[in-house]
């Protein structure tokens, strides 16, 4: 499974931005989609997460203003952010897991700026 992130940009404090994440497969039968971050220095994070039949979670640091979704007819994951916050600012990767396996994508820079 190949997966190409994108969306990400340079945005003030406040801003918006939604991040895509296309699979080369059909994500229906996938487990678990995901979005996790790593920030200069940092491990990489899991941000928000949605299972097959649709129930979310969110780590804490974004409740409230990350939302998670999926289109199986697209094939698409996406991640909406809204109220960023320069702590925000890290390399956004798309996970897919199938059949036990994991599969990322390249990541997309996510900029907030105070």
């Known amino acids: 499974v190949q997966l190409q992130a994108s969306g990400g940009g340079l945005v003030q404090a406040g801003g918006s931005l939604r991040l895509s994440c296309v699979a080369s497969e059909s994500i229906a039968s996938m487990t678990g989609l995901g979005w996790y971050r790593q920030g200069p220095g940092d491990q990489r994070e899991r941000v928000a997460h949605i299972t097959t039949g649709g129930r979310t979670n969110y780590a804490d640091s974004v409740k409230g203003r990350f939302t998670i979704s999926r289109d199986n007819t697209k094939n698409t994951v996406y991640l909406q952010m809204n109220s960023l916050k320069p702590e925000d600012t890290a390399v956004y990767y798309c996970?897919?897991?199938?059949?036990?396996?994991?599969?990322w994508g390249q990541g997309t820079q996510v900029t907030v700026s105070s």
């Open positions: 996970n897919a897991v199938r059949a036990g396996f994991d599969h």
